[in-house]
């Protein structure tokens, strides 16, 4: 069954495509493929980082696209009203689905894209074809959820506790509170790497687990963990 997703530019759209995302890392399966191309040549701009998973996902698959690194062909997804130039992005016009076929399969988790909204898409998606510019080799994008002792631990400065962890390669980003349950929160931050110079496992056990940051912190999880780009391009 295709998976129809529209006017992601919209709040609405973002908070579905976000929920959507929660619990994937891709549009479809396990890898980047042109299901993913087709939704991301729909946004006319970057998301806010306040959607954190849809943030996540749209900076790992920009990175890829500029790198012309993604080849697999996915599993089918139409994106509803959206006309991406086949010249420019021969990619996204193969991942989308004809709009006459199977529209009694497709789930319509959207709502409908305006004409400038179609266009602006358009014009981003060339730009980015177009794009010569230099990628950093091995960087990587990690979402971690960083949970406190109890319900009585100060979540402020559990925040500050771990953005006050300063490496070489080490660059936070975006954060939220999310409800466990019985009064308690955890901290789910997205967080950006330099491979050859960050180990996640040693960021968590030798500072995140470790005095004086786990005077709020009892554990941290890693929930996402994405390749942004494996080599440099002048």
Wanted: net charge negative; glycine share 6%.
């Amino acid at each position: 069954m295709a998976v129809a997703f529209a006017n992601v530019n919209s709040e609405a759209g973002l908070k579905k495509l976000d929920e959507y995302l929660l619990t994937r890392s891709y549009i479809t399966g396990y890898q980047a493929s042109k299901d993913d191309l087709a939704v991301y040549s729909s946004f006319s701009a970057a998301p806010s980082s306040k959607y954190i998973n849809v943030s996540r996902w749209f900076s790992h698959i920009d990175a890829l696209v500029r790198l012309s690194g993604i080849t697999a062909e996915g599993q089918g997804v139409k994106v509803e009203s959206s006309a991406v130039p086949s010249a420019s992005t021969p990619d996204v016009a193969d991942a989308t689905a004809p709009a006459d076929d199977d529209d009694d399969d497709d789930v319509d988790l959207f709502g409908e894209e305006t004409e400038e909204e179609k266009k602006a898409a358009e014009e981003r998606a060339a730009a980015v074809k177009a794009s010569g510019k230099k990628k950093e080799s091995g960087k990587s994008s990690v979402l971690l959820d960083v949970k406190p002792w109890d319900d009585e631990t100060d979540m402020a400065k559990l925040e500050e506790a771990v953005r006050s962890v300063k490496m070489e390669g080490l660059l936070w980003g975006a954060s939220k509170l999310v409800p466990v349950g019985y009064g308690i929160k955890k901290l789910q931050i997205m967080l950006t790497i330099v491979d050859d110079l960050v180990s996640v496992d040693t960021l968590i056990e030798e500072h995140l687990c470790e005095e004086p940051v786990n005077e709020y912190v009892q554990s941290c999880d890693i929930v996402a963990f994405n390749k942004i780009c494996k080599c440099s391009i002048t």
